[in-house]
């Protein structure tokens, strides 16, 4: 599913006939979709000169989550470390920032740019412990490509 999937993500990251926001949009809402464990995907970036995250282009229920401080909640935690953090069974989790109750399982992955973490993409998951090593290095890449329609 992965390899399909990663094909996809490409095409939809650097078709230039729209804006960034938007590819980031439809990339959300393809992983959403074709993914059976991931109910809710988006991308986080650093605010500006802030410490903190404001989210962008996301697909699944609204959030109210839209500014999360560093160190606060697994997003505000992967700011700070700079490493993928993947939580098997967030109630196990001191830190979490609550989204929604039918939330079991969450991994975020962080964005480089010339190795500055400038945000990253965050998956909600209503299955306990659905997350592999296959969804790290998926997410891995998806991020690799976002960075580089940041940096062309």
């Known amino acids: 599913m992965f390899n399909e999937l990663s094909t996809q993500s490409k095409a939809i990251l650097h078709s230039t006939e729209v804006d960034v926001d938007e590819r980031l ?17 988006g991308f986080y970036f650093k605010n500006g ?41 967030v109630q196990a ?6 989204c929604s109750i039918t939330v079991k399982a969450e991994i975020v992955v962080p964005l480089f740019i010339n190795g500055k ?16 090593e296959e969804d790290e290095r998926f997410l891995e890449f998806v991020n690799t490509e976002v960075a580089k329609i940041y940096v062309s």
């Open 93 to 98: 989790q001191d830190n979490y920032i609550a």
């Open 25 to 41: 949009q439809k990339l959300c809402e393809l992983l959403k979709k074709t993914v059976p464990h991931y109910d809710w995907v």
């Open 117 to 132: 973490n400038i945000g990253q993409i965050d998956i909600d998951s209503n299955t306990p412990d659905p997350f592999t």
């Open 49 to 89: 000169n802030k410490e903190e995250l404001k989210l962008g282009p996301y697909a699944g229920a609204p959030t109210d989550h839209t500014i999360i401080p560093f160190g606060k909640g697994i997003c505000g935690q992967v700011a700070v470390s700079n490493q993928n953090f993947v939580v098997p069974n």
